[in-house]
């Protein structure tokens, strides 16, 4: 599937997904220790991993689904 045709919903999911990501992961490798005392602990970081995933794990959902209608379109 071409990027072009990514739904919206995947986009609008699938980015944040892995900006959360990337902030997590550098939260947990110490970065956001001089940003704000509650970055500095590795819950902070933790929390912005799960979350990170849980929008990529969502942002699969209209993907699927495209993939399914055009399946059925095809019949």
Avoid: N
Wanted: glycine share 14%; proline share 5%.
């Amino acid at each position: 599937m071409a990027f072009k045709r990514l739904p919206a919903g995947a986009w609008l999911m699938g980015i944040p997904g892995l900006a959360c990501l990337a902030a997590g992961l550098l939260l947990l490798a110490g970065f956001g220790a001089d940003l704000h005392p509650l970055l500095e602990e590795s819950g902070a970081g933790l929390v912005l991993l799960v979350s990170g995933v849980a929008l990529l794990g969502s942002a699969a959902f209209p993907l699927v689904l495209a993939e399914l209608a055009a399946r059925d379109g095809e019949r």
